[in-house]
């Protein structure tokens, strides 16, 4: 095999360990939806109830095709290990994409700015988190990708395997979320931008690559086989089955620079969680290629290289600026954009160092530099990921809870785990105000809410960061926040879980 293969096999088995690492912990609020989900579709499939298999407008199709299958096959005995089957084709999907990430990358450019990319997205924070879900922005970030860079490689090299794969990539994009349909109006900027062809030639791949999306969006949705318009028309106004869970709490659903707002948060929330979820490598060197880039542009003007540059710059730009049209705002919808800045630093790097890189031990020892400081980012949180924010910005992580919403659930399995410790755990009650404890804990678990009382009948109560930053549970809140808790989960030196005991009544 080629040594370059093998490194390549190297960085995907790098990527496939951190993804699978402790994979039944961290449940998320979304993914209880999920996990529900995804088997129901494939009973609806089993049963031949091909509408049934409509579930909400995201559509989440692929999503629920390969974990329905995968927790219909290794159900495991204990929910963790549940959790950990049902997240497993979400692991298996983007770490299998780093091989042809690398593969496009290598026809586009060249090997060592495909290894350095390949390197960078196998290891980036935010990405790594949420490959690790049951959920939906991992696989569309991965789909939209592959579709954008196959599509790039064929008209470079008129394979035809590269379009017949765009058109598959646009149609699993779409069936994953709906954001995807960006691509609908950017792929035919690429073709007409990118194409050396005629206009009618041009034109004819975009109506090619646009029936194979549709091809494969109909034949993989067993709902459009029986109610193609009936589905589509949902897909487009059933936006409150759309809605994964709505809390009804008077203070608000969302937190953004201190302040408790609707979750829509204004224009600046993605050029802030951009910032805070970036790795100080992106930071150092997206400048970096910014500066190269300009030069090279007024130098050489629209050459290949720098049209495909281009394209890749406006895919970060035109989907972002998508995202901040929307109503509703959280960092993992700009999750699409993550990968692609990782292949334009890439070639910042490369370029920075092209003097020296051609030697293979400055390459080697640029490649090692990059996975020490990922690794160094990545190993003191994990497996809790999604508690990643960059230490270089807005304070670092100590400073994250009054700039963004902290937390998803990830880590109330930890002060479960704390309490199942207990004597006599089975008979104890705790009071929780998030998700993502009762699937771990073996005593009964209740919600805490302003209309509970939060003494009397509990033993313990557990206060979430997400939920305290949005003041949920404030009459239980202010009465113990004075108080010394029993325990604090923390996770990358921000407080997830205050847990405290009470005085039973």
């Not at 029986?226 to 936006?239: E, G, N, R, W, Y």
């Not at 999750?335 to 490369?350: E, H, N, R, S, T």
């Not at 020490?372 to 980012?377: G, K, N, P, Q, Y």
Request: hydrophobic share 50%; with cysteine.
């Amino acid at each position: 095999m080629d040594k370059v293969w093998l490194a390549v096999c190297a960085i995907f088995l790098l990527c496939l360990s951190f993804r699978t690492m402790d994979l039944g912990t961290g449940l998320t609020t979304d993914e209880i939806l999920w996990i529900d989900r995804a088997p129901s579709f494939i009973e609806a499939i089993l049963s031949h109830q091909w509408d049934q298999t409509y579930k909400v407008p995201h559509p989440g199709v692929v999503t629920m095709w390969l974990s329905g299958i995968s927790i219909k096959i290794f159900d495991g005995s204990g929910f963790p290990e549940k959790l950990s089957f049902a997240r497993a084709p979400t692991v298996m999907v983007t770490s299998l994409s780093i091989i042809l990430i690398f593969y496009f990358i290598r026809v586009l450019f060249n090997t060592k700015i495909a290894l350095l990319s390949a390197t960078l997205i196998a290891l980036d924070p935010f990405l790594l988190a949420h490959s690790r879900l049951i959920h939906l922005d991992a696989m569309l970030t991965t789909f939209m990708l592959l579709c954008l860079l196959s599509l790039m490689s064929f008209l470079k090299k008129k394979r035809k395997e590269f379009l017949i794969l765009t058109g598959i990539f646009l149609g699993l994009a779409i069936l994953t979320k709906m954001p995807a349909i960006f691509l609908l109006a950017f792929m035919p900027f690429v073709v007409f931008f990118l194409s050396n062809d005629t206009m009618a030639k041009s034109f004819n791949y975009v109506i090619f690559i646009i029936i194979l999306a549709a091809m494969t969006f109909f034949l993989f949705w067993p709902a459009m086989w029986v109610s193609p318009i009936d589905t589509l028309m949902k897909m487009a106004f059933d936006q409150q089955s759309g809605l994964d869970i709505v809390v009804k709490n008077p203070h608000g659903s969302g937190f953004f620079l201190g302040r408790i707002d609707d979750g829509s948060h204004g224009p600046l929330f993605y050029p802030v969680s951009f910032l805070m979820m970036e790795t100080p490598i992106t930071l150092l060197f997206l400048p970096i290629f910014l500066v190269m880039f300009i030069k090279k542009l007024f130098k050489n003007g629209l050459d290949y290289v720098n049209k495909n540059l281009i394209v890749l710059c406006l895919y970060i730009i035109l989907f972002a600026a998508q995202m901040i049209l929307s109503l509703k705002a959280f960092p993992r919808y700009i999750l699409p954009v993550f990968p692609v800045v990782d292949i334009i630093v890439a070639i910042g790097m490369y370029c920075f160092f092209r003097v020296h890189i051609n030697k293979k031990s400055v390459f080697y020892l640029l490649m090692s530099g990059i996975i020490l400081v990922h690794l160094v980012l990545i190993i003191p949180i994990s497996p809790y990921f999604l508690s990643y924010t960059n230490p270089v910005v807005f304070g670092g992580p100590s400073n994250a809870p009054n700039m963004i919403l902290m937390g998803w659930g990830e880590g109330n399995d930890l002060a479960a785990n704390y309490l199942n410790q207990k004597p006599d755990a089975q008979n104890l009650t705790v009071a929780v105000d998030y998700y993502g404890f009762d699937q771990y804990f073996i005593g009964k678990t209740t919600s805490l809410n302003e209309s509970v009382d939060f003494i009397g009948g509990v033993d313990y109560i557990v206060f979430y960061i997400s939920a305290l930053q949005r003041n949920w549970s404030m009459a239980a809140w202010d009465y113990y926040k004075t108080k010394e808790p029993e325990m604090v989960i923390e996770l990358n030196g921000i407080d997830y879980c205050y847990i405290y005991k009470t005085s039973k009544q």
